[in-house]
């Protein structure tokens, strides 16, 4: 009989697939750290899922899958069939099993649209204040949570068993383009609105197959990353968002000053940490991999490094075939202590 496994996780009542999850998660930095790609799955340069098929333009160059697959659950709020990257729901359940299936980690997270205005998650129209307990968008919110709990309690096993997922709710809460994020609402506001939403989930929903991950944009010091952190309580994984957006050299910089911070914040917490989000549109540098990302990350003790969607031919940033960075990539994907799904599914 498998003996039951004593981990402190922020939801109390967890799942032992979650508690499973965070022990392979601290795993990880041992030996290196996973790459991961938002929506790998779903859709690539070229081509989407219809249903039938399963590849990702990451398997098409390697012919090895990313370790970490990042989802999204924008307009699952609202009782729309498909998320706002046009990504069918029912699909994505399908992509999140067999992902787990093979052995890799899922990643959630979520841009619900402005509950005030209905425009895009990006309109920063203020609304958390009117969201949380006593709000007058209170109930339309927790409304809004319930879908998201549904599809959540609903990712099984073939055997019935809970899906673990990384949950990366309010993300870049420290830039102000979101509606949740700063100047847009307090950072009191915030921590409520990220402890109401973690107690409706588990305590009203009984929504327990979440590691709950906080992640800012890139910070210019600790006080910034820590002003929306809600407690150690209510967080389970650290992130943060670093994007290749001006010379190499400022990225570089970036990349060391804000890891080596998360590092040193992972450490005091004891929680894990991660780079989730980033990346380099289009892959202009043909050795960004091997040059610019890995000589500045693998040093950190990140558990993984999740790079944005490949959407467009002009807003992409994982290689497809023909890609200048591709015969990089595969130097990068050879490197020992970079793991892709072969090397993340041996660690049980």
């Known amino acids: 009989m498998k003996k039951s496994v004593s981990l402190n996780v922020a939801d109390e009542k967890a799942d032992e697939s979650v508690k499973h999850l965070m022990l392979r998660i601290k795993e990880i930095p041992k030996t290196g750290y996973a790459f991961g790609h938002q929506d790998a799955t779903a859709y690539g340069l070229g081509w989407k899922n219809d249903g039938n098929s399963y590849k990702s333009d990451v398997s098409e160059v390697l012919g090895d899958f990313p370790a ?3 989802f999204e659950l924008g307009h699952l709020e609202l009782g729309h069939s498909q998320n706002l990257d046009t990504v069918n729901f029912n699909l994505m359940g399908k992509l999140i099993k067999k992902a787990h299936k093979d052995g890799g980690i899922i990643t959630l997270s979520w ?5 005030a205005t209905k425009k895009s998650a990006w309109d920063p129209s203020p609304t958390v204040s009117h969201i949380l307990n ?3 968008l209170h109930p339309k919110y927790r409304a809004w949570l319930s879908k998201v709990a549904e599809f959540l309690n609903a990712l099984k096993t073939k055997r019935g068993n809970s899906i673990p997922i990384v949950f990366r709710p309010y993300h870049e809460m420290n830039g102000s383009w979101f509606w949740w994020g700063h100047g847009n609402c307090t950072p009191k506001e915030f921590k409520q609105l990220w402890k109401e939403t973690f107690e409706y989930l588990t305590q009203i929903h009984d929504v327990h197959n979440l590691l709950y991950c906080y992640a800012t944009d890139a910070v210019k010091n600790e006080a910034e990353y820590l002003r929306y952190y809600p407690g150690d309580d209510y967080v389970d994984i650290l992130g943060i968002d670093l994007y290749h957006k001006k010379t190499t050299e400022a990225y570089i910089e ?8 998360l590092s040193k914040i992972g450490k005091q917490k004891n929680k894990p940490y991660a780079m989730t989000e980033g990346g380099l549109n289009m892959v202009t540098i043909d050795n960004w991999w091997t040059e610019v990302l890995h000589k500045n990350v693998a040093d950190k003790g990140i558990v993984w490094a999740l ?12 290689p497809f075939i023909g890609q200048q960075s591709s015969a990089d990539f595969k130097e990068f994907h ?11 599914s041996k660690i049980k």
């Open 68 to 70: 970490v697959y990042g």
């Open 111 to 115: 841009h619900p649209d402005n509950p």
């Open 134 to 136: 006593g709000g007058s």
């Open 254 to 261: 970036i990349l060391n000053d804000n890891l080596t911070l």
């Open 307 to 318: 790079f944005w969607r490949n959407a467009w031919p002009d807003h992409y940033f994982a």
């Open 334 to 344: 050879a490197l020992p202590n970079v793991l892709f799904l072969k090397e993340i």
